[in-house]
C-alpha cells in the first residue's frame, strides 16, 4: 500500500463529509485544510468532531487494514485572525495543539 493511495482514501472520506460549497485544499504531506463559508463556530466545532471520528475508522487496502488519527485545528475570522496566511496559521497551530494534547481531537 502507498501512501499516496492511502491520502486518496483520506480525502475522499473528508470530501464525502462537507458540502459541496465547502472548500477542500490538501496544504501539503497529510495536512488538509477545509473552509466552511457561513457555518457558525458551533456548527464547525461538531462537524470537526465528526470528522475526527470518520477519518480515523480503519482504511482496508486490499489485504491491509490501516489505521490513522486525525488532529483537527480550528480557526474562525474574524474571530481568530482578520485574513487568510493569519487565520491558516492560528488553524495550523490549533492542529499542533490538538496533537499534543494525545490526537484525535479538535481544537480552536
Known amino acids: 500500500m502507498s501512501m ?9 472520506r473528508l470530501r464525502a463529509a462537507v458540502r459541496e ?4 485544499a490538501r496544504l501539503g504531506g497529510d495536512e488538509f485544510a477545509v ?3 457561513g457555518l457558525k463556530p458551533e456548527q464547525a466545532g461538531l462537524l470537526a468532531k465528526m470528522l475526527v471520528e ?3 475508522r480503519p482504511y482496508v487496502m486490499g489485504p491491509l487494514t490501516v489505521s490513522v488519527s486525525a488532529s483537527i485545528g480550528m480557526a474562525s475570522c474574524p474571530e481568530s485572525a482578520s485574513d487568510a496566511n493569519a487565520l491558516i496559521a492560528a488553524a495550523d497551530a490549533a492542529m499542533y495543539r490538538a496533537k499534543k494534547s494525545g490526537r484525535g481531537r479538535v481544537e480552536l
Open 4 to 12: 499516496r493511495a492511502l491520502l486518496s482514501l483520506f480525502a475522499a
Open 21 to 24: 460549497t465547502d472548500v477542500l
Open 35 to 37: 473552509l466552511l463559508p
Open 54 to 56: 470518520r477519518l480515523s
